[in-house]
């Protein structure tokens, strides 16, 4: 299998005055050059420090204690910050969460897309132009020499997020990183935006790891799932896999959460909440909320994250 990204026993901390708290634990991955991956979970669940722990983009008062991140072979963790300005934007682009504020409110489109395009290529005013009215038309915003002259309050939600995108393809990057890409657009924009990053994945042979807390959204699109919950994975899966046999409690919660073609089906929550970084839980952080829970088990001891079906991995005592 060709891998474009590796993430092998990840541990992040964060110091708080005197005090380190652990926000990542043992995350290991792998992603498949040339396909759409999914890391999902509630809000705080470690998916987005993940992937900006790759970017080599973390707060100050995050650092990372042990792993190894390799992107096409060369483990990032070990690359000089300006390789890393090499590789971000250029390699790995990132589609951040809110296109509201990726913009700068006070150049034109085109300035930002040119700006984007000269930071990790050698070309001219004129090349990078040229180059901008051809992004435009990959992401489907039509009158391209007019739309560039035009400011970032012109457009709309979704219209700035295809422009994100848009700059995100500008250089040709090998992977793109997708952070929550539909966040306050409506439905039917977040359906034309996901169509529009699935047509350019295939099309191009990119790989795209999309981060969200929407599993519906996700498993219509992605090739593989991965589920996480206060800093651990508890299952990944081929998506098919995944949704014919979901298999972690957990898991299982988020797809019974969901609404479905009955309106009037009351929906399921999980009861509880995630546990903050702060809260020390014994055994399996998610035994808490969990109807399958045994007292002296999952209370106490940390389920490993293993092969229970082909390429199927779980992190559960009772599944």
């Known amino acids: 299998m060709d891998n474009i990204l590796e993430i092998k026993n990840l541990d992040l901390f964060f110091r708080s005055d005197d005090n380190e708290y652990q926000a990542l634990y043992d995350v290991s991955l792998s992603f498949e050059r ?48 300006s390789q890393m300005r090499d590789i971000r934007g250029n390699k790995i682009a990132l589609i951040p969460q809110d296109p509201m504020t990726s913009l700068n409110p006070l150049y034109t489109v085109g300035n930002q897309l040119i700006e984007a395009i000269q930071a990790h290529r050698k070309v001219s005013n004129h090349q990078a132009m040229r180059k901008a009215k051809e992004v435009m038309d990959l992401v489907k915003i039509p009158d391209a020499d007019n739309r560039l002259k035009m ?52 099309e191009s042979k990119t790989t795209v790891i999309l981060i969200s807390h929407d599993l519906a959204l996700v498993s219509n699109y992605a090739d593989t799932v991965t589920v996480m919950y206060s800093g651990r994975i508890v299952e990944h899966a081929q998506t098919n ?79």
């Open 34 to 81: 040339g396909k759409l991956h999914s890391i999902v979970g509630e809000s705080g669940c470690g998916k987005t420090m993940t992937m900006m722990s790759v970017l080599r983009l973390l707060p100050k008062t995050a650092f990372i204690k042990n792993g190894e991140i390799f992107f096409n072979g060369e483990n990032l963790l070990e690359y000089k910050e």
């Open 151 to 202: 400011y970032p309050h012109e457009f709309s939600g979704g219209m700035k997020q295809r422009i994100i995108i848009g700059m995100a393809l500008a250089c040709n990057a090998e992977l793109i990183i997708a952070d929550e890409p539909t966040t306050a657009l409506d439905v039917t924009i977040q359906k034309q935006i996901m169509d529009l990053l699935a047509e350019i994945q295939k």
């Open 241 to 319: 896999e995944f949704l014919k046999r979901t298999r972690h409690p957990y898991s299982v919660a988020l797809l019974n959460s969901l609404p479905g073609e009955n309106s009037k089906t009351k929906l399921k929550t999980i009861t509880g909440a995630p546990p903050n970084i702060q809260e020390n839980i014994s055994g399996c952080k998610f035994h808490p909320r969990c109807n399958l829970a045994e007292s002296g088990v999952c209370d106490v001891e940390i389920p490993d994250l293993e092969e229970k079906a082909e390429r199927h991995f779980i992190a559960c005592f009772k599944v």
